[in-house]
């Protein structure tokens, strides 16, 4: 990974937000304030509170289309395993834990619970959890070390900064570590973040949730 072509694209994202009266990631930051709102981990009625946090008006493009819906699935977990599910999150978002680990664990109660459920109804046949969703939670409590992580397009995004040895979307602690590498290197641009703060009207948490909206704009041009 060159340093020279993160440099390169970043000055073609700043003209770009210059540019822009209406920006187009802005869906993301409305979604962040609205879980910032609601989100409780505590809370005794979970299933309402997750319902609200991940708002189905707020936006179908990342987490209730019509070919993707994990979040009515884990709608459907709380109905049926609502302290599983609570503590599927409490150890998901205990940071001093080992990610990979965290993350692997997330993904086995998942595949756990929909196999009981898949006991009981045909009609479940994915719970539709990959690192996409499992990175938005991240994110969404943690803005300030993650990003939505997408891994095939973020890997394309890899190649145009010319990095050797890609990583595979396997890979998910990696990807995520150099989702963290490169808002270092952008991030010290403090015209860059200002910038990028008032295109998303102060909602910007000033953290590596900016690159998600970095790597779709590199893929774009």
Known sequence: MRVERIEFYKEKWKAS?????????????????NYN???DLEELEFGPMFEKSFAGNITHALWDGSHYSPRSMMIDFIKAQKEIVR???RDLYNDSNDLGLRIKRFLHHCDQMLADMQRKSAKFSTHYH?????????????????????????????????????PQSFE???LIKLTQTIHKIISKDDALVQLHTDRTKGLNPRGVFMIHDFTHFVNTI
Request: charged share 30%; with cysteine; net charge negative.
């Open 37 to 39: 709102k609601f989100w």
């Open 172 to 174: 998910a602690e990696r």
């Open 130 to 166: 990959d690192l996409k969703m499992i990175s938005t939670y991240l994110a969404f409590e943690y803005p300030e070390k993650y990003c939505i992580l997408e891994a095939e397009i973020f890997i394309s995004f890899l190649e145009k900064l010319e990095m050797k040895n890609l």
């Open 87 to 89: 503590s599927c999150f």
């Open 17 to 33: 937000l210059k540019a822009q009266t209406e920006y187009s990631e802005m869906y993301k930051y409305e979604c962040l304030d």
